[in-house]
DNA sequence: CGCCAGGCTTCTA
DNA sequence: TAGAAGCATGGC
């Protein structure tokens, strides 16, 4: 068995019931501005849709429950997209060899870098840039009302397919101002297969951003979210301004080399600690 | 009202 | 090649 950040997994009468839970937490997972879909339902309990399906959470203590499905969803969806296969522990244990990353995680222990669908982190951080995360979260709700397919009574993320056939006028009801034509050369590229959504898994990071960038209105630091929250890769750090402001105040001779590995996931952690806890920077305030 | 937001493109020097 | 302006919209 190897070592994961829980005990036991089970189905149950509920769902699926995970046991023995560590270093995970719904608002700190669901709510720090790498998904915009999920929405807190009450104490500790978020409802969302994320892969075309409808999910509701909810944790009480090390108990992590996923209402209404199988083992088989499980396995073949939920799983991986809260990147429940990588040992946390150990990776926070590493991390905290970095007096930085240890207050920044003592402050948030239960983030996690999810694995969502490259084609929904790409058009929602497309749909981030200049924007706050509320009014993502907005956007990201009305393009998938508009354009995407409803099945079961949710509505899956708009297809390459349908966004492509459209012109950026017929955006309008998304309310996204100048992004509504980035996204319709986003899905173009994807149709035709100038842009893959398969190769940047796995090409060097310096290309697979290149490649992301062919999009009109792609640039650095919306291939780099793609990058980190949509293929999985963790080398990868988006700098907006949070993460500019870390690496001047906190990090003023560079981020530690031996951490390159794991960069993205660790930009996670300071990114919220920056956001969110009051005296992290020096008089920036935080909301 | 003004400032800012998980930026990018285009213009200008 | 660097720096500034313009872009749409709305939260606070």
Same mark, same amino acid.
């Given at each position: 068995?190897?070592?994961?950040?829980?005990?036991?997994?089970?189905?149950?009468?509920?769902?699926?019931?995970?046991?023995?839970?560590?270093?995970?937490?719904?608002?700190?997972?669901?709510?720090?501005?790498?998904?915009?879909?999920? !929405?807190?339902?009450?104490?500790?309990?978020?409802?969302?849709?994320?892969?075309?399906?409808?999910?509701?959470?909810?944790?009480?203590?090390?108990?992590?429950?996923?209402?209404?499905?199988?083992?088989?969803?499980?396995?073949?969806?939920?799983?991986?997209?809260?990147?429940?296969?990588?040992?946390?522990?150990?990776?926070?244990?590493?991390?905290?060899?970095?007096?930085?990353?240890?207050?920044?995680?003592?402050?948030?222990?239960?983030? !996690?870098?999810?694995?969502?669908?490259?084609?929904?982190?790409?058009?929602?951080?497309?749909?981030?840039?200049?924007?706050?995360?509320?009014?993502?979260?907005?956007?990201?709700?009305?393009?998938?009302?508009?354009?995407?397919?409803?099945?079961?009574?949710?509505?899956?993320? &708009?297809?390459?397919?349908?966004?492509?056939?459209?012109?950026?006028?017929?955006?309008?009801?998304? !309310?996204?101002?100048? !992004?509504?034509?980035?996204?319709?050369?986003?899905?173009?590229?994807?149709?035709?297969?100038?842009?893959?959504?398969?190769?940047?898994?796995?090409?060097?990071?310096?290309?697979?951003?290149?490649?992301?960038?062919?999009?009109?209105?792609?640039?650095?630091?919306?291939?780099?979210?793609?990058?980190?929250?949509?293929?999985?890769?963790?080398?990868?750090?988006?700098?907006?301004?949070?993460?500019?402001?870390?690496?001047?105040?906190?990090? &003023?001779?560079?981020?530690?080399?031996?951490?390159?590995?794991?960069?993205?996931?660790?930009?996670?952690?300071?990114?919220?600690?920056?956001?969110?806890?009051?005296?992290?920077?020096?008089?920036?305030?935080?909301?």
């Amino acid at each position: 068995m190897i070592a994961i950040d829980y005990k036991d997994c089970r189905a149950a009468p509920e769902g699926v019931l995970l046991e023995g839970v560590g270093c995970f937490s719904l608002p700190e997972i669901l709510d720090c501005g790498q998904a915009f879909r999920w !929405r807190a339902i009450g104490e500790d309990s978020y409802e969302g849709v994320a892969c075309d399906r409808f999910l509701r959470l909810s944790m009480e203590g090390d108990r992590l429950l996923f209402h209404g499905i199988g083992m088989e969803e499980f396995e073949a969806v939920w799983r991986d997209y809260f990147d429940l296969s990588r040992d946390y522990g150990a990776l926070r244990e590493r991390l905290a060899a970095d007096p930085v990353l240890e207050k920044a995680m003592a402050f948030a222990p239960g983030i !996690r870098v999810l694995r969502q669908p490259p084609w929904e982190a790409l058009c929602s951080f497309i749909l981030s840039q200049n924007n706050n995360i509320k009014r993502i979260k907005g956007l990201v709700e009305r393009f998938c009302d508009c354009f995407g397919e409803e099945r079961e009574g949710i509505r899956a993320f &708009p297809t390459p397919e349908r966004i492509a056939a459209l012109e950026p006028d017929d955006l309008a009801p998304v !309310r996204a101002g100048f !992004r509504a034509k980035y996204l319709v050369d986003a899905a173009r590229r994807v149709v035709s297969g100038e842009v893959s959504l398969s190769l940047p898994y796995t090409l060097p990071i310096d290309e697979a951003r290149a490649h992301l960038m062919q999009i009109h209105g792609v640039g650095v630091k919306v291939a780099d979210c793609a990058l980190l929250y949509g293929f999985s890769r963790v080398e990868c750090v988006p700098k907006d301004v949070w993460i500019n402001r870390v690496m001047e105040q906190l990090y &003023p001779d560079g981020f530690p080399e031996e951490l390159a590995d794991v960069a993205g996931i660790a930009q996670q952690y300071l990114f919220h600690y920056a956001r969110c806890c009051p005296d992290a920077l020096a008089a920036r305030g935080a909301k």
